[in-house]
């Protein structure tokens, strides 16, 4: 256990749908990163908060979006979904940003829309 | 950070042999080099970093060497073991200071273990 909470795990979901992808950091994290990867392919940077505010962001869709709460967990939303956004999305923290200690990430949601 | 490639992309070696991965970046302010390990089914793992004012670190089987100067760092395993099979990904950055960056990871390397 990596200390960093995804759920669910696992997400089947019809085109034209919205989900939710939750992320709790590891303890103490105030970082927390979004990525997204496809069938063997890359990691690809989706967006970044810090202790609440968003920080930077990638090539995210403008059908995503995502916020950090008070409480430092993380959710990604994702809405009119399309075949292509069938992924596994991971979420991972740090202590600060830029970090020299390095990410950890969660086990990840893998998302199918069907 | 910036741009980062990955090589080679898959390299498949013999139990007990050695694996040498290469990432090369562009951003000359990077400062920490990290390396992932994602085995099938989990979120990358960092299992060995190092930071731009040593040239070289161990850990049992793995090693990581820098070049600042080329701007490349390597991933070595020796004595590679089945459990080494994953894919691994480097992603380099500058640590330490506060303006956000967006940390890119390289495009990844498959290593598979032949017994």
């Known amino acids: 256990d990596s200390g960093v909470t995804q759920t669910p795990k696992h997400l089947i979901t019809a085109t034209g749908q919205r989900v939710t992808l939750r992320c709790s950091p590891r303890?103490?994290?105030?970082?927390v990163y979004w990525y997204q990867q496809s069938l063997d392919q890359g990691l690809q940077f989706l967006i970044q908060?810090?202790?609440?505010?968003?920080?930077a962001k990638g090539n995210i869709l403008e059908r995503f979006s995502a916020q950090q709460f008070p409480d430092l967990h993380s959710e990604l939303n994702l809405s009119s979904l399309e075949l292509g956004d069938s992924a596994l999305y991971f979420c991972?923290?740090?202590?600060?940003?830029?970090?020299?200690?390095?990410?950890?990430f969660g086990s990840g949601t893998r998302l199918t829309v069907v | 950070g910036e741009n980062v490639e990955q090589h080679p992309s898959t390299l498949s070696v013999q139990e007990g042999d050695s694996a040498v991965i290469k990432c090369t970046y562009s951003?000359?302010?990077?400062?920490?080099f990290p390396w992932y390990k994602q085995e099938l089914g989990k979120g990358p793992q960092l299992i060995i970093d190092?930071?731009?004012?040593?040239g070289e670190k161990k850990d049992q089987r793995i090693a990581v060497t820098l070049n600042k100067t080329a701007k490349h760092f390597s991933l070595h395993i020796t004595e590679t073991q089945p459990e080494d099979s994953a894919v691994y990904f480097c992603?380099?950055?500058?640590?330490?200071?506060?303006?956000?960056?967006?940390?890119?990871f390289g495009s990844g390397t498959r290593l598979s273990i032949r017994p």
């Open positions: 190092i930071r731009s004012n040593v």
């Open positions: 908060y810090y202790n609440g505010e968003e920080r």
């Open positions: 992603a380099p950055y500058r640590a330490g200071y506060s303006s956000a960056s967006k940390i890119i």
């Open positions: 951003d000359s302010a990077s400062n920490y």
């Open positions: 991972a923290s740090s202590v600060v940003e830029n970090s020299n200690y390095g990410y950890t």
């Open positions: 303890s103490g994290d105030l970082s």
